[in-house]
Nanobody, 123 residues
Framework: QVQLEESGGGLVQAGGSLRLSCAASGRSFGTYGMGWFRQAPGKERELVSAIRWLSGTTYYTDSVKGRFTISRDNAKNTVDLYMNSLRPEDTGIYYC????????????????WGRGTQVTVSS
């Protein structure tokens, strides 16, 4: 069983930066994919960014391209999301998730989820 724990959320002004971290325990995930999702109040959970563990290939939703960067550390079993030029619409609960296969673009492919960390961007 894999446990995921997010950290790094908080309150920041528009234009500011945050770094989210996700630490995995319980099993090595060297060949798996990881994703960061967010859920804003009253909205569905959406994929923000994902990374394939072996190749390092990344994906970003259009609204965060050029502002967010996802990275992973295979040795430490961590995945980070660097968020720059934050906007009020980036506000939400950010979840880390791990997929053991399938399409990283689909939430249904993810097998393990963290509890989430709140990100609030004030205008």
């Amino acid at each position: 069983q894999v446990q995921l724990e997010e950290s790094g959320g908080g309150l920041v002004q528009a234009g500011g930066s945050l770094r989210l971290s996700c630490a995995a325990s319980g099993r090595s995930f060297g060949t798996y994919g990881m994703g960061w999702f967010r859920q804003a109040p009253g909205k569905e959970r959406e994929l923000v960014s994902a990374i394939r563990w072996l190749s390092g290939t990344t994906y970003y939703t259009d609204s965060v391209k050029g502002r967010f960067t996802i990275s992973r550390d295979n040795a430490k079993n961590t995945v980070d999301l660097y968020m720059n030029s934050l906007r009020p619409e980036d506000t939400g609960i950010y979840y880390c998730a791990q997929a053991e296969g399938g399409s990283l673009y689909s939430a249904s492919s993810y097998d393990y989820w963290g509890r989430g960390t709140q990100v609030t961007v004030s205008s």
